[in-house]
């Protein structure tokens, strides 16, 4: 019997595709390949749950283990990851949304998209994809002896020493992902969960979308209240229990991430059904769960910014369905509101001699913005365009002390790649969502509804929304309806102003809506 040679009859049967170079690069590039189809069709915009973010992580793994075998060289390092980023950048040119569209640098939003999108994606699968192929190229040249691995103890030393860091970042980061997302129970005097109370994490499917919602009371008999977030694509999951504590009392606060928004960001696509239509519609099926889970014939619904549109617009197809309407940060026309501010701004640079900003907006022109990042760069001089003011102390130590962060991500709420999603979420909705709410005007659409309705006016909001605002309440005709100023608050009314809030719903709103209160 002759024996096996391992430089030219491998015992793992590699032999023949290492005599060929071009066999193991075909192999190379097809594994990739085809990893990153199966990537694009399972996850659109690239790992947007713990499990899709374990198996990107594995799969390109296994995917550069496979290729550096197959090429017996480091150069798969390079190739098989190539390969696989022109399928995902090739499958991203039909998906719409700020994380996936063309690579822009031009501004931080844009650099935080490329972040948040192409770079997250990157780490949870071309990482260990690199990984993979250094191991799978120092096997196949152990298997074919082209490596003895009798280098000297400094050598391998050097060698390994990034191969074995890299592992064990990619284990922690694995580690980290699976942590479970919680919310804090809602504790009595005595530092134990007060009987009868909620906070629970929980999804509901809406639509045919799962979409994740918190719920917390600290009695579950208690009236319903629904909160819209704003944005669109704003995630608030974390904010009722920072800030609601006191209201936690007498309601039972719901929080939704919307589809598409923070824990809800995996549930996007596809996009062509993420319409404000359905968002309405997806309201309205919330409620309806909410009805049946807490046995309430009504519930209280409550928009913030953005949300108050979608709140307005499902109140008027069933107004049967609610005890009141409540606005914070009311909006009317966005594209009303858009032209005023666009015009503002445009004053305000001349005025300051700012010509770059007035070079900026005659670029972008005048609103609908077709740029999605105008918007946000409008955003940054919303202190120049109003009355200057601090919110009030108490609200900025509560957000400060709970460590939810500027965005509100940061808090326990999310894991690790659902923090990442809610910054995703809302850069992409917000692009999907903006173009579909140019034509509303509540002005000419919703001037009657039939329950009663509260503003929460803030006194320094920008005069763009509130006058609007104002002019939409002062023609309203509802049941009842009454418009409250909050002090010391800006465009978060609620928020900002949440102890007022409290009180309303307390004093005001609880008594003359609620039957049997």
């Given at each position: 019997m002759t024996p096996t040679n391992s430089k030219t009859n491998s015992p793992h049967q590699l032999a023949a595709i290492w005599r060929d170079r071009r066999i193991g690069i075909a192999i190379a590039v097809f594994v990739a390949v085809l990893f990153g189809i199966l990537v694009a069709l399972a996850m659109p915009r690239g790992p947007a749950t713990n499990a899709g973010a374990l198996f990107a992580m594995f799969g390109g793994l296994v995917a550069g283990l496979i290729a550096g075998l197959a090429m017996r060289s480091r150069w798969a390092m390079l190739l098989a990851p190539v390969a696989y980023w022109i399928v995902v950048e090739i499958a991203w040119l039909g998906v719409p949304g700020m994380t996936v569209d063309g690579v822009r640098v031009d501004n931080m939003y844009a650099i935080m998209a490329l972040i948040l999108g192409r770079g997250f994606h990157a780490l949870l699968v071309l990482v260990p994809m690199i990984l993979g192929a250094s191991l799978g190229a120092y096997a196949a040249r152990r298997l074919s002896g082209q490596e003895n691995g009798k280098a000297g103890a400094l050598v391998t030393i050097a060698r390994w020493a990034p191969t074995a860091l890299v592992s064990v970042l990619l284990i922690a980061l694995a580690v980290v992902i699976v942590l479970p997302a919680t919310t804090p129970a809602i504790l009595g005097a005595d530092g134990k969960p007060v009987p009868g109370s909620i906070a629970e994490l929980?999804?509901?499917?809406?639509?045919?979308?799962?979409?994740?919602?918190?719920?917390?009371?600290?009695?579950?008999?208690?009236?319903?209240?629904?909160?819209?977030?704003?944005?669109?694509?704003?995630?608030?999951?974390?904010?009722?229990?920072?800030?609601?504590?006191?209201?936690?009392?007498?309601?039972?606060?719901?929080?939704?991430?919307?589809?598409?928004?923070?824990?809800?960001?995996?549930?996007?696509?596809?996009?062509s059904t993420l319409t404000f239509e359905q968002a309405?519609?997806?309201?309205?099926?919330?409620?309806?769960?909410?009805?049946?889970?807490?046995?309430?014939?009504?519930?209280?619904?409550?928009?913030?910014?953005?949300?108050?549109?979608?709140?307005?617009?499902?109140?008027?197809?069933?107004?049967?369905?609610?005890?009141?309407?409540?606005?914070?940060?009311?909006?009317?026309?966005?594209?009303?509101?858009?032209?005023?501010?666009?015009?503002?701004?445009?004053?305000?640079?001349?005025?300051?001699?700012?010509?770059?900003?007035?070079?900026?907006?005659?670029?972008?022109?005048?609103p609908p913005y077709k740029d999605p990042?105008?918007?946000?760069?409008?955003?940054?001089?919303?202190?120049?365009?109003?009355?200057?003011?601090?919110?009030?102390?108490?609200?900025?130590?509560?957000?400060?002390?709970?460590?939810?962060?500027?965005?509100?991500?940061?808090?326990?709420?999310?894991?690790?790649?659902?923090?990442?999603?809610?910054?995703?979420?809302?850069?992409?909705?917000?692009?999907?969502?903006?173009?579909?709410?140019?034509?509303?005007?509540?002005?000419?659409?919703?001037?009657?509804?039939?329950?009663?309705?509260?503003?929460?006016?803030?006194?320094?909001?920008?005069?763009?929304?509130?006058?609007?605002?104002?002019?939409?309440?002062?023609?309203?005709?509802?049941?009842?309806?009454?418009?409250?100023?909050?002090?010391?608050?800006?465009?978060?009314?609620?928020?900002?102003?949440?102890?007022?809030?409290?009180?309303?719903?307390?004093?005001?709103?609880?008594?003359?809506?609620?039957?049997?209160?």
């Open positions: 929980t999804t509901v499917k809406l639509g045919g979308h799962d979409q994740a919602i918190s719920i917390r009371g600290q009695d579950t008999s208690k009236p319903v209240l629904l909160y819209l977030a704003g944005g669109p694509g704003q995630s608030d999951l974390a904010m009722p229990r920072v800030l609601y504590g006191d209201l936690e009392k007498d309601f039972v606060v719901v929080c939704w991430d919307q589809r598409g928004t923070g824990k809800s960001y995996s549930s996007l696509d596809p996009a309405v519609s997806d309201t309205i099926e919330l409620t309806n769960y909410l009805r049946e889970r807490f046995r309430e014939d009504k519930i209280y619904l409550m928009g913030e910014s953005y949300g108050t549109v979608l709140g307005v617009k499902a109140v008027q197809q069933r107004p049967d369905l609610y005890n009141a309407y409540i606005g914070s940060g009311q909006m009317v026309s966005i594209r009303e509101t858009d032209r005023r501010l666009y015009y503002d701004l445009l004053d305000y640079a001349n005025r300051t001699g700012d010509e770059q900003l007035s070079a900026t907006m005659k670029a972008y022109g005048e990042y105008a918007g946000a760069i409008v955003a940054t001089y919303y202190d120049k365009l109003g009355t200057p003011y601090t919110p009030p102390a108490k609200y900025t130590e509560l957000k400060q002390a709970s460590g939810i962060g500027p965005l509100n991500n940061l808090a326990g709420e999310y894991t690790l790649v659902e923090k990442v999603g809610t910054v995703r979420g809302l850069m992409d909705v917000y692009s999907i969502m903006y173009p579909q709410l140019q034509e509303i005007d509540l002005r000419k659409d919703a001037n009657r509804l039939y329950v009663p309705v509260y503003i929460l006016d803030a006194e320094y909001e920008l005069p763009q929304r509130r006058d609007l605002a104002t002019e939409w309440y002062n023609q309203l005709d509802a049941p009842q309806k009454r418009i409250i100023t909050i002090h010391n608050a800006g465009h978060g009314a609620a928020m900002e102003g949440f102890e007022e809030f409290t009180r309303v719903m307390n004093e005001t709103v609880l008594p003359e809506t609620y039957p049997g209160r």
